[in-house]
Antibody, heavy 111, light 107 residues
Framework: EVQLVESGGGLVQPGGSLRLSCAAS????????MNWVRQAPGKGLEWVSV???????YYADSVQGRFTISRDNSKNTLYLQMNSLRPEDTAVYYC?????WGQGTLVTVSS | EIVLTQSPDFQSVTPKGKVTITCRAS??????LHWYQQKPDQSPKLLIK???QSFSGVPSRFSGSGSGTDFTLTINSLEAEDAATYYC?????????FGQGTKLEIK
């Protein structure tokens, strides 16, 4: 059974950093492209970043230069390092293998 | 950036009815269009991938069609549990994008 479990969210001040983790089971994170998608409170879905099987990474313009996606194949875990956080980054962050999504982790950026 | 525009934004339908949600892409995306269902306080669940391929375990009353720029999600024989917000999503070109969502209410 495929399972994705995110962690690492929380309250952070503007300008701060967080690292989100997404532990996968039932498949290997390197076997397919993996995404981070976010959803601001009461809003729709916004694609954030992708890492392909070969390791190439891409980002939405809104996070380019501030966020870094990575994976640890030995831990079968996907990560999202988020730096220089802004209030508009407040959202539930989901990791998504195209067919399956985690339950999400809430990031709140506020002073 | 490819913009996906869903219609309608909201629809209210009676049980056993039928609903069609459309998703229009601002440029051709082939068949790289996927449909997700999101219920309140839950993560999105895949219904249809690559425009018309039903995902494992999804009831047969959900179907998808289309290619290029125009796509539809059809739900037949609506049930109360189908109340949710539905999103289309394109994986044809970066940045990947989502439609704004269609909220479905079952009366």
């Amino acid at each position: 059974e495929v399972q994705l479990v995110e962690s690492g969210g929380g309250l952070v001040q503007p300008g701060g950093s967080l690292r989100l983790s997404c532990a996968a089971s039932g498949f290997t994170v390197s076997s397919n492209y993996m995404n981070w998608v976010r959803q601001a409170p009461g809003k729709g879905l916004e694609w954030v970043s992708v890492i392909y099987t070969g390791g190439s990474t891409y980002y939405a313009d809104s996070v380019q230069g501030r966020f870094t996606i990575s994976r640890d194949n030995s831990k079968n875990t996907l990560y999202l390092q988020m730096n220089s956080l802004r209030p508009e980054d407040t959202a539930v962050y989901y990791c998504a293998e195209p067919d399956y999504w985690g339950q999400g982790t809430l990031v709140t950026v506020s002073s | 950036e490819i913009v996906l525009t869903q219609s309608p934004d909201f629809q209210s339908v009676t049980p056993k009815g039928k609903v069609t949600i459309t998703c229009r892409a601002s440029q051709s995306i082939g068949s790289s269009l996927h449909w997700y269902q999101q219920k309140p306080d839950q993560s999105p669940k895949l219904l249809i991938k690559y425009a018309s391929q039903s995902f494992s375990g999804v009831p047969s009353r959900f179907s998808g069609s289309g290619s290029g720029t125009d796509f539809t999600l059809t739900i037949n024989s609506l049930e109360a549990e189908d109340a949710a917000t539905y999103y289309c999503h394109q994986s044809s070109s970066l940045p990947y994008t989502f439609g704004q969502g269609t909220k479905l209410e079952i009366k």
